[in-house]
């Protein structure tokens, strides 16, 4: 256990850092899941650049990896312009 007053502190800091960072990823998983279930190209169209912004914070947090983000955005975008 924790011996400073302010390791302690960080203890607490780190897991409202860690409940907050799980909540983002998890929205931004669910965004991205029901950005992929669109088979429309209007609607996918729309939620593009909102998937997009959260991707691209996540990633500028490391939350995770600014390649992962990228991969991903690339891959919503070429589903997007295939898209009927």
């Given amino acids: 256990m924790a011996n400073h007053k302010s390791s ?3 203890i607490r800091q780190d897991e409202k850092k860690k409940v907050q960072n799980k ?3 998890r ?3 669910s965004a991205v899941k029901t950005m992929r279930d669109i088979e429309e190209k209007t609607g996918a169209t729309e939620m593009l650049p909102k998937v997009t912004s959260m991707l691209d914070k996540l990633a ?3 939350i995770i ?3 992962k983000a990228a991969n991903l955005k690339s891959k919503l975008a070429r589903q997007v312009n ?3």
């Fill in 23 to 25: 909540y983002h990823a």
């Fill in 27 to 29: 929205s931004s998983r």
């Fill in 65 to 67: 990896h600014p390649n």
């Fill in 82 to 84: 295939n898209a009927k």
């Fill in 60 to 62: 500028k947090k490391n």
């Fill in 8 to 10: 302690e502190k960080r």
